[in-house]
């Protein structure tokens, strides 16, 4: 029950512009996240705000080779540790956390159809999800 509350709390903080401190600029789209939320859940996140790079003095982050409904997607995963994932936007959520070192592979799995299948499968061999390899390739 605890844990749920934490989860609400932190999608109501994704949610709300309380304490934002970083705007993530994807392909025009303005999204208001947090750094410690970024840098907790991605050590691609972390090297980039953490040291004194332009992204981490400015507080803006371009991000020009995801969708905003992607990395909208993927904030939400940080934030509440679950992500539903439409069909038409697994393999694209999997090259994002990929690139940013998440690991939502379970999640992603359990959303899988058998018409998706194969192509999760040379999905994650490409872009080495070693969970979901082992549960679709093996």
Known sequence: ??????AK????????????????????AQLNAHR???????PVFRAVLSHDM????????????????????????MYTD??????DMTEQLLVASDKYRLQCESDVARQV???SAADIAACAV??????????YVA
């Open 82 to 87: 679950r992500v539903h994932v439409p069909s």
């Open 9 to 28: 709390d932190l999608r109501c903080l994704l949610d709300t512009k309380d304490f934002i401190d970083i705007i993530l600029s994807v392909r025009g």
């Open 36 to 42: 410690v939320m970024l840098c907790t859940c991605s």
């Open 1 to 6: 029950m605890v844990q749920l509350a934490v």
């Open 54 to 77: 332009k992204e981490a003095r400015e507080s803006l982050m371009e991000i020009p080779d995801l969708e905003p409904t992607v990395m909208l997607k993927m904030l939400r995963y």
């Open 126 to 135: 490409v872009h080495s999800c070693r969970f979901l390899q082992k549960v």
């Open 113 to 115: 159809t058998v018409g």
